[in-house]
Each structure stands twice: as C-alpha cells, then as structure tokens.
C-alpha cells in the first residue's frame, strides 16, 4: 500500500498493525477490509417524522458533526442509503411508508431508532402511534431521550460501527420467510 | 361579501345575534364561556351559516368539531354536538353555532360547499366521531389509517384498542382528481402508472 510506517488512526487494530514497509503488501482478512470501509462510510437515510429529526440536523451540523464518522452523505433515496435512522413518531398512517422505505434498502442494511416515539411509541400510548418501529421493521440500536443529545446519536453511531466490524461479510440481515 | 356591513359600534355587534334568535330561532348556549354561542336546529343551520357568511361577514369557518357528550355530567339530550366556529376578520368577531346530533341517526348536512375547507374538517368529524355529513363529496378518513375500524375519539373508543394496518394508501383518487383538473388523462383508475399528459 503505502510506504508509511504508521497506519492513520482511523484503521483498525487488525488492520495497522499490518501495515509495514517491508515488501509494500498487506495480508489480512477480506472481513476485516470490507468491515473497515463499510462502518466508515455509512450512508445514512434520515426518517424524520417528529422533534427527534430536529436533533439529527443538530448531530449533522458543524458543531457535532456527523462526518468525522464517516456518515455525512445524507442521501433521501432508500436505495442509496445503507443506514435508516428513524428520529421521530411513527404513526400507523406512516408505518407502512417506513416499512416500504426499508425494503427498498439494499442489504447490508442497519436500522437506529432514535429517541423514545421510535423506539416504544414513547408517551403516545394511543390508538394512533406505532409503540416501537420493531413492530414492523429490526433495530439495530435504540437511542434513548426524548429527544436523545446529539452525542448520544453519536454514540449510537459507534454502536453501529462496532456491530458493524463484528459482522462476516457473507452475514445476511434478513432472510426470506416464505 | 363586500358590500356586508361593517359591524363597528354596540348596537351592531349584536345585530347578528338577534337576527340568528328572531330568524333562525336560535337559543344562546348558556354553558359555553366562548365570544357568542348559540344552539341552532339542524335544519336551519345551512341557512343561518350562510347568513352569518354573507350579511354579517363572518368570512373565515375557523373549524368544524363534534363533541361526544357520553358520561358528560352535566348533559341529558343527544349524544353529539356539531359545532361550527366563525370568525370575522372585518370586525375580528367570533360567533360558534351547535347542533345537536342523536347517537341513532349520527347525520348532518354538510356545508362543503358554503366554505371550501369544510370539505377537510367534515372528513376530520367524520373519522374521529362517527357523525356524517350528508352531501359531503368524498367522506373518506382524513387523519385515521384508511382501514382504521370505528372512529377513535369516541368516549367509548376502547383507549388501548390497537389495529393492524397495512395498505399504503397512495391518495391516487385526489391526485387524478388533481391532475384531471390540470389537464391530464387519467388512463387507469387507481394506478400510479396510469396518468399522462
Ligand atoms: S421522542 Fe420526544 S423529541 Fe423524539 S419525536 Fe418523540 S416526542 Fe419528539
């Protein structure tokens, strides 16, 4: 690869201490490689419905700023998104629309319900409001607040991330049912 | 609606309230604290509304509600209460008509027709309570789910009562609507393919 003798901080353990300059290769595991680009360049897919939404513009902005984890290209398509953060209520009359937008997600695929309405129905204890998206869709992480501090989302980023390297590349999320 | 006259002092301030009881017998609502309140029959309440729109400038229909009065206290008569609540922005007035609806019949008239964003609040009504209105052109759930069973702010609406819903209402017959009214042919009913210019 290069000829520098040390790895920049961001490479995994695994990773740097393989990087010599001896010979200028590396020899490690495909896992290890594509985990390391995966979790640094989350794409992710912002589901806001509600106030938590207002908080993950907080978490996007420069002051927090989710690009220094490698998750700022902020797409609004599905399929070009590998990370749905759902920040806000989800009523039924949405949670068909969530629904959709997952499965049109390409696999790998990991899902953080941000703050207490995603993750429970959070005080909507009603005829109206989906207590918890996991009715409907898998979460990865849960964020807890209402609504969480930016660097709990943060937080939940690097959860992510440290699932993410834990992962086989030939893992599949989901399997079909019928 | 221009040539209303303008209410400014006193004695005209209170000449839509006399013409409401002399006209359309209405009977003021002693229980409700609000600007001016008055209980009107259903059959004279598309007319006094229209008065009210057209010779005593109440311009603005600030929202059509129900009110449930099941286990209510203080209330023996019917079940529901249609309300209808004006404003005038002329004099700044506020003037709200209610009409007394049965649980048996649970039916009014609808005024879409009177004011354009009545077609949006009778659908609310309708949803939420169950009360329908009668000539409304597309009574269909404005807020609820499309398949939500029963209507949810009933006081007997069971409170922990949950359904499962499904279907993605994609909303094509006000979008054709919509697009007819721009121009478009609508192909296929009901089919997002199904629209061209
Ligand atoms: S958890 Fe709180 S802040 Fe977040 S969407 Fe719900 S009510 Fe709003």
């Not at chain 1, 797409?75 to 209520?89: C, E, I, K, N």
């Not at chain 2, 509600?65 to 209330?75: F, G, P, R, V």
Request: proline fraction near 5%; include cysteine; charged fraction near 25%.
């Amino acid at each position: 690869m290069s000829d520098e003798t040390t790895a920049p901080a961001s490479i995994p353990e695994e990773l740097s201490q393989q990087f010599t300059n001896e010979g200028g290769f590396l020899a490690t595991k495909l896992d290890t490689v594509i985990n390391w680009g995966r979790s640094n360049s989350l794409w992710p897919f912002p589901f806001g419905t509600a106030c938590c939404a207002i908080e993950f513009m907080g978490t996007v902005s420069s002051v927090f700023d989710l690009s220094r984890f490698g998750a700022e290209l902020v797409r609004f398509s599905p399929r070009q998104a590998d990370l749905l953060l759902v920040a806000g209520t989800i009523t039924y009359k949405q949670a068909p629309i969530l629904k959709q937008i997952y499965d049109q997600m390409c696999e790998p695929k990991w899902v953080v319900a941000i703050g207490a309405c995603a993750s429970s129905g959070g005080f909507y204890d009603c005829y109206c409001t989906v207590p918890g998206i996991d009715h409907i869709i898998p979460v990865d992480v849960y964020v807890a607040g209402c609504p969480p501090r930016p660097e709990a989302i943060l937080e939940s980023l690097v959860q992510i991330q440290n699932k993410i390297g834990d992962e086989k590349v030939s893992t599949t999320h989901v399997e079909a049912s019928s | 609606m221009s040539d209303a006259p303008e209410t400014t002092d006193v004695e005209d301030k209170r000449a839509d309230q006399d013409a409401l009881e002399s006209r359309f017998q209405a009977t003021p609502d002693i229980h409700d604290s609000w600007d001016a309140s008055f209980i009107v029959t259903a059959d004279v309440l598309r007319d006094a509304l229209i008065a009210l729109r057209d010779e005593f400038a109440y311009n603005v229909l600030i929202d059509i509600t129900t009110i449930d009065y099941l286990s209510h206290a203080q209330h023996d008569g019917e079940r529901f209460a249609v309300s209808y609540n004006l404003k005038s922005l002329s004099s700044g007035d506020r003037i709200r008509l209610k009409v007394w609806v049965s649980e048996e019949e649970a039916e009014i008239v609808s005024v879409h027709d009177v004011w354009k964003n009545a077609n949006w609040l009778e659908r609310e009504a309708w949803d939420q309570y169950g009360v329908s209105f009668i000539g409304h052109p597309n009574q269909k759930r404005l807020l609820n789910h499309i398949d939500f069973k029963g209507h949810p702010l009933r006081k007997d609406f069971p409170v922990r009562k949950r359904q499962e819903l499904s279907v993605n209402d994609a909303m094509l017959d006000e979008l054709e609507a919509r697009l007819q009214g721009k121009g478009y042919a609508v192909l296929e009913q009901g089919s997002p393919a199904g629209v061209k210019a």
